[in-house]
């Protein structure tokens, strides 16, 4: 065993006079964007190998009910929520049902011990995580919308929206995702709760609001992916009202900051348990 003297440590002090020499210096913390990154690519790219068959399911349900639609549904605005609806639901399928599963049972197994030990901040794991969720469903979401556009006959020439839509309503609905996973006391509670929230988003993003009874709208409005569902609807107008359609994402983007916040907060609580 070799010896080095303390005073070419990097950080470190020597004694001098006898006295007690000031603790050698930690090195800096780990950014938070830096982290970020580094959790986004890794999570991106385990579920870019192991989702690949649950987004092909989300996309061909979301497929499924605007074909099964199209039988009651001619067209008009009523088409239009058909559409922005389905294409949402695959973003809560993804981002909202299996980030509540992929996070209870990360608790549940103890994988929030991993991270707890890492010199990575609690926002990055959650912000990491929540931001490769919600671009694993680029895909499948432009394919539902291309395909909803096509069979109900509405325009193309906005689905340019979804690109601030599917980010946004990602946000907003892996945040509430990550909170069920985290929160809940058992893994299984935390897929019932994600199931829950998916179908929600299901029931009440495709049904044409017009038909729905009022407590039902009311719940309607609660849904953060309601407001991306509203904002794409809106884009098929002959005139879009932009102000509206900035309005909804607005909403969405205030919710995801809200919900990302909680669920960082949550993050923090299960990992000191």
């Known amino acids: 065993m070799s010896v080095v003297p303390a005073d070419v440590l990097p950080g470190a002090t020597a004694v001098q006079d006898g006295g007690a020499g000031r603790p050698a210096a930690l090195g800096p913390s780990a950014r938070l964007w830096p982290s970020l990154a580094a959790v986004y690519r890794s999570q991106l790219s385990r579920a870019r190998v192991a989702r690949i068959p649950l987004l092909f399911v989300a996309t061909f349900q979301s497929v499924g009910i605007m074909v ?10 009523e088409a239009r929520y058909v559409v922005a609806g389905a294409s949402v639901v695959v973003v809560a399928h993804v981002a909202l ?4 599963q992929y996070f209870g049972q990360l608790r549940a197994g103890g994988g929030l011990d991993h991270y707890a030990t ?3 901040p ?3 794991v959650v912000l990491g995580a929540a931001g ?25 020439g906005n689905l340019w929206v979804l690109a601030v839509v599917i980010p946004l309503a990602g946000a907003a609905l892996s945040g509430l995702g990550a909170v ?3 929160l809940a006391p058992r893994p299984e509670l935390a897929t019932l709760l994600g199931q829950l929230g998916m179908s929600a988003a299901l029931l009440l993003g495709v049904l044409p609001p017009d038909r729905m009874p009022g407590a039902i709208r009311l719940l309607r409005d609660l849904l953060p992916s309601t407001y991306g569902v509203e904002a794409y609807a809106r884009t098929f107008a002959a005139r879009p009202d932009w102000a509206l359609v900035l309005a909804d994402m607005a909403v969405c983007a205030g919710v995801g900051v809200v919900s ?5 907060w949550a993050y923090r609580r299960a990992a000191v348990r």
């Open 260 to 264: 990302l916040a909680v669920a960082t």
């Open 68 to 77: 099964m639609m199209r039988g009651v549904v001619d067209g008009g605005s």
């Open 122 to 124: 609690p926002a990055a």
């Open 118 to 120: 890492l010199p990575v």
């Open 97 to 100: 049902n299996l980030l509540a």
């Open 180 to 182: 069920c996973g985290l």
């Open 132 to 156: 490769a969720y919600a671009s694993f469903t680029v895909p499948g979401t432009l394919v539902t919308a291309v395909f909803g556009c096509v069979l109900f006959g509405l325009p193309l």
